[in-house]
């Protein structure tokens, strides 16, 4: 903007130069500039042009689209950045504290203390090796189950729209229903998993109380809600398919086992990803189902990152502690979406 005024006051001081030579009269003298006269008139025209230029670049300012879409995104970034990223960063100080849950934190002295404390905590790498297994046993095993029902779909099985409803509707669940709904699944004495195992000879087992049983309950019982989810994601990357692709295999003399493996399933790639994102996130907040089963003391097996959190927090009243935990899983939640938000926005997604 200053060199288009510079440039514009140059400009103006020639004309005027020029205008005073012809008419072979001068203004009044008021300053000098460089060994340059610069005269009344020209001075005024100065702050008229200066006055215009500075008009023209406020006008081009507020018709920016970030400007006139204000209205839209700033009251939910203003809201967004206070109750959530504030708070994550509030939370982060207090696990530099030793903040107990009575009164006020102290910040006058703020150190790790507490991540140390998790490395050399053994209930915490339990935990920590639980929460693992969970979300690798459960994302894997979904993605598997749900392409194998969207390839039975595709297919245009017989009653195929009502198995589609069918599948995805213990998405529609809460864990809270879930978690009651296998509670009774897993009774030991009365529960139908324990009767049709004994049909064939086997059992009754302890699904929920067996430390070496709990956490494969856990993960069947989370398979079988979200199995649906990314059934309906494959089905639908499925439908985006040209049936020239599987015409053209089968003319290449491909059997079906094959077409899929070699031509179809590779172009599933990024379904499978975002698939993959949402149940890790899923999986991450599993602690709804573990609470309507066992409150804040899970059985050994199942014990993971967030409802050791809980019980550090509501139970043994190591608010400081419990906070650093939290800040494991945030770190965790963005190790997984981190990079597809960035692969998105390479691809121009986002």
Same mark, same amino acid.
């Given at each position: +903007?200053?060199?288009? @005024?510079?440039?514009?006051?140059?400009?103006? =001081?020639?004309? @005027?130069?020029? *205008?005073?030579?012809?008419?072979?009269?001068?203004?009044? &003298?008021?300053?000098?500039?460089? $060994?340059?006269?610069?005269?009344?008139?020209?001075?005024?025209? &100065?702050?008229?042009?200066?006055? &215009?230029?500075?008009?023209?670049?406020?006008?081009?300012?507020?018709?920016?689209?970030?400007?006139?879409?204000?209205?839209?995104?700033?009251?939910?970034?203003?809201?967004?950045?206070?109750? *959530?990223?504030?708070?994550?960063?509030?939370?982060?100080?207090?696990?530099?504290?030793?903040?107990?849950?009575?009164?006020?934190?102290?910040?006058?002295?703020?150190?790790?203390?507490?991540?140390?404390?998790?490395?050399?905590?053994?209930?915490?790498?339990?935990?920590?090796?639980?929460?693992?297994?969970?979300?690798?046993?459960?994302?894997?095993?979904?993605? *598997?189950?749900?392409?194998?029902?969207?390839?039975?779909?595709?297919?245009?099985?017989?009653?195929?729209?009502? @198995? =589609?409803? #069918?599948?995805?509707?213990? +998405?529609?669940?809460?864990? #809270?229903?879930?978690?009651?709904?296998?509670?009774?699944?897993?009774?030991?004495?009365?529960? #139908?998993?324990? !009767?049709?195992?004994?049909?064939?000879?086997?059992?009754?087992?302890?699904?929920?109380?067996? %430390?070496?049983?709990?956490? $494969?309950?856990?993960?069947?019982?989370?398979?079988?809600?979200?199995?649906?989810?990314? +059934?309906?994601?494959?089905?639908?990357?499925?439908?985006?398919? %040209?049936?020239? !692709?599987?015409?053209?295999?089968?003319?290449?003399?491909?059997?079906?086992?094959? +077409?899929?493996?070699?031509?179809? &399933?590779?172009?599933? /790639?990024?379904?499978?990803?975002?698939?993959?994102?949402?149940?890790?996130?899923?999986?991450? /907040?599993?602690?709804?189902?573990?609470?309507?089963?066992?409150?804040?003391?899970?059985?050994?097996?199942?014990?993971?990152?967030?409802? /050791?959190?809980?019980?550090?927090?509501?139970? /043994?009243?190591?608010?400081?502690?419990?906070?650093?935990?939290? #800040?494991?899983?945030?770190?965790?939640?963005?190790?997984?979406?981190?990079?597809?938000?960035?692969?998105?926005?390479? !691809?121009?997604?986002?």
């Amino acid at each position: +903007m200053r060199d288009e @005024l510079a440039k514009t006051v140059e400009r103006l =001081r020639d004309r @005027l130069r020029e *205008v005073r030579e012809s008419r072979g009269t001068g203004d009044r &003298v008021t300053e000098t500039d460089g $060994g340059q006269e610069v005269g009344a008139d020209e001075e005024r025209a &100065v702050g008229t042009d200066r006055r &215009v230029v500075e008009r023209s670049a406020f006008r081009r300012l507020l018709d920016h689209d970030a400007v006139q879409s204000a209205p839209f995104w700033l009251p939910p970034f203003l809201l967004m950045g206070f109750f *959530v990223y504030a708070a994550i960063g509030w939370n982060f100080a207090i696990s530099l504290t030793d903040y107990q849950g009575f009164g006020e934190p102290d910040y006058s002295v703020l150190d790790l203390d507490n991540y140390g404390a998790m490395l050399s905590d053994p209930a915490m790498w339990a935990a920590t090796r639980n929460t693992f297994a969970l979300l690798v046993g459960f994302t894997l095993v979904c993605l *598997v189950v749900g392409l194998v029902l969207a390839i039975l779909l595709d297919r245009e099985v017989r009653f195929g729209r009502t @198995l =589609r409803t #069918i599948y995805l509707l213990p +998405m529609s669940l809460s864990f #809270i229903v879930t978690a009651q709904f296998w509670m009774w699944m897993y009774n030991f004495n009365f529960g #139908i998993v324990n !009767q049709l195992l004994g049909v064939v000879g086997l059992g009754p087992y302890s699904w929920l109380g067996n %430390p070496d049983l709990v956490l $494969g309950s856990v993960v069947f019982a989370l398979i079988w809600q979200f199995s649906g989810y990314t +059934m309906v994601v494959y089905l639908a990357a499925l439908r985006a398919i %040209p049936d020239d !692709q599987y015409e053209a295999a089968r003319v290449d003399g491909a059997s079906t086992l094959r +077409m899929y493996w070699r031509v179809i &399933v590779p172009q599933l /790639k990024p379904a499978m990803v975002s698939a993959s994102v949402v149940l890790v996130l899923f999986a991450l /907040k599993a602690f709804d189902f573990l609470y309507a089963i066992w409150g804040y003391r899970p059985r050994r097996g199942a014990d993971i990152l967030a409802t /050791k959190m809980v019980r550090e927090a509501f139970n /043994k009243q190591e608010w400081a502690y419990a906070s650093a935990i939290a #800040i494991l899983l945030f770190a965790l939640s963005l190790a997984v979406i981190a990079p597809y938000l960035y692969q998105q926005h390479r !691809q121009g997604n986002l």
